[in-house]
């Protein structure tokens, strides 16, 4: 069965950055696409960033340079770092992950909700001004 768990949530100041981790364990497939999502209170789910197994990263526009994501393939591992805070990205966030039978099926690797199969409970981040 597939865990994800996520990590390093907190409250931080506008202007600040703060990264977020999670770690994936009981996938059976050597490729996956990983997904970062958030959700603000009152608002739906929205994709922020993938990543493919094979590096290749694909950032949501809104988020495009106040976010840097990693994945470590040998430790299972995802991150996320938002730099420049606002109280807009105040939230929950998950990360989703979908297996794909190859490299190439994996790509591209867009956080895109429906094509995730398996969920994380989320962190909470909270922004204050």
């Known amino acids: 069965q597939v865990q994800l768990v996520e990590s390093g949530g907190g409250s931080v100041q506008a202007g600040g950055s703060l990264s977020v981790s999670c770690e994936v364990s009981g996938g059976a497939q050597r490729h996956s696409c990983l997904g970062w999502f958030r959700q603000a209170p009152g608002k739906e789910r929205e994709g922020v960033a993938g990543?493919?197994?094979?590096?290749?990263?694909i950032f949501a526009d809104s988020m495009k340079g106040r976010v840097s994501a990693s994945r470590d393939n040998t430790k299972n591992k995802l991150s996320l770092r938002i730099s420049n805070l606002k109280p807009e990205d105040t939230g929950m966030y998950y990360c989703?992950?979908?297996?794909?039978?190859?490299?190439?099926?994996?790509?591209?690797?867009?956080?895109?909700?429906?094509?995730?199969?398996?969920w994380g409970q989320g962190t909470q981040v909270t922004v204050s001004s």
């Open positions: 989703a992950v979908r297996f794909c039978p190859s490299l190439w099926s994996c790509t591209p690797c867009r956080a895109r909700e429906d094509d995730f199969t398996a």
């Open positions: 990543i493919s197994s094979g590096g290749a990263k």
